[in-house]
């Protein structure tokens, strides 16, 4: 059933990416009501109603739900019994049962192992000694991840010998986790599709992803790799999406080797870092997708209509003089997004510039001067 502009949207999350959406519904003609813990998260000002409360307050987010005539989420640490609570009132895209897949590192790579999907070496470690065996297993030289509530670096431990398991173990707090063998990357890419309850299906072009300190640095769109490795990346998304029984839009993260395989990294299924570009190189953003999945409207358009990039804007910035945005604006084809964060922390991510360009190489180029030029 298709929940007309004019209803009311419930966003679990207000970070940046609760930001965007609302802001995207607001221009389809939904109200927005927000949860989140911060009383002063980003997406407040662009809401008609933002409820206080922890992402496990199963009550609030009833509450909320109460409101609202479809849920939907931005962050994955929400708990599930906080989406239990609000499906009794309202639908909620995705559901539970995608939350209980993505938010366990473990849970989800026995899933995508199940369905068969290209995975590196990894294996589950429940205990040091167990992780010291996963690390000899795997040789030594591997990325130690936890579980649960890892995200843009955090929660990981580089590991370069069995002997490591003890630091990497504490490092993590002690809770399980996951050992990934080291690869000899050429590549990282993510595939966006989106899925709406009506069975309609659309996939973007897959982005070209780059990394500093394991947060990402820049991304671009579309990723100007060989076309058959991009169409496979793309049928698999489509294929785990679909499996998934998805109900809104979700990210696949993959790494391309210098070998030529294409391995799975994981799943997230909300906005995404590396299609924010989606706003300057696609017919229909990623947060208006979004919006349209989730109230089951029809999909709009991914073709490409120009090659885009996008440069993360980290806190560290902002240390020191103030970034000089009038001269990233001053250059064609940039445009500027802040996400209304009070405080500008290293490694905090504040906004991000985009910056279209005749080829991908040209965008990135592009993206990277405009930032280069807020320093002053």
Not at 83 to 96: D, E, T
Not at 102 to 122: C, N, S
Not at 180 to 199: I, K, N, Q, R, T
Not at 221 to 244: I, K, Q, V, Y
Request: aromatic letters at 4%.
């Amino acid at each position: 059933m298709i929940i007309d502009p004019g209803a009311t949207i419930g966003i679990l999350g207000g970070g940046q990416l609760g930001r965007m959406t609302a802001m995207a519904a607001r221009t389809l003609g939904y109200r927005v009501h927000v949860l989140d813990p911060d009383p002063e998260c980003p997406a407040r000002p662009v809401s008609d109603r933002c409820v206080t409360a922890s992402f496990d307050d199963a009550d609030a987010a009833a509450e909320l739900a109460s409101r609202c005539d479809v849920v939907t989420l931005e962050i994955e640490r929400v708990s599930v019994a906080s989406l239990r609570a609000a499906q009794r009132h309202c639908p909620v895209r995705p559901g539970p049962d995608t939350l209980t897949l993505v938010q366990d590192r473990g849970v989800q790579r026995a899933w995508l192992r199940a369905r068969g999907a290209p995975q590196g070496p990894w294996a589950l470690a429940t205990s040091e000694a167990e992780l010291a065996g996963a690390l000899a297993a795997l040789g030594g030289d591997c990325y130690v991840k936890s579980c649960r509530d890892g995200y843009d670096g955090r929660g990981q431990f580089r590991a370069r010998a069995a002997s490591d398991a003890g630091a990497a173990w504490a490092a993590l707090g002690g809770g399980a986790c996951v050992a990934e063998g080291a690869l000899d990357l050429a590549a990282e890419l993510s595939v966006m599709v989106a899925l709406s309850p009506s069975g309609e299906t659309a996939v973007y072009p897959p982005a070209l992803n780059h990394h500093e300190n394991r947060v990402l640095d820049w991304s671009v769109l579309p990723a100007d790799l060989a076309p058959e490795l991009l169409a496979r990346a793309s049928e698999a998304a489509r294929d785990l999406a679909a499996s998934m029984g998805l109900e809104g839009i979700v990210a696949v993260e993959m790494f391309v080797t210098r070998g030529g395989d294409l391995f799975v990294n994981e799943l997230a299924p909300r906005p995404h870092n590396s299609f924010h570009a989606t706003t300057a190189a696609c017919a229909t953003s990623q947060f208006e997708q979004h919006v349209r999945a989730v109230c089951d409207l029809p999909l709009g358009a991914t073709e490409l209509l120009r090659p885009a990039a996008i440069v993360n804007l980290l806190g560290d910035l902002w240390q020191g003089a103030p970034p000089r945005f009038e001269r990233a604006l001053a250059m064609p084809g940039v445009s500027l997004h802040l996400y209304g964060k009070r405080e500008a922390r290293p490694g905090r991510k504040m906004g991000h510039l985009t910056a279209a360009g005749a080829t991908p190489a040209e965008a990135v180029a592009g993206a990277k001067r405009a930032r280069d030029a807020l320093r002053g």
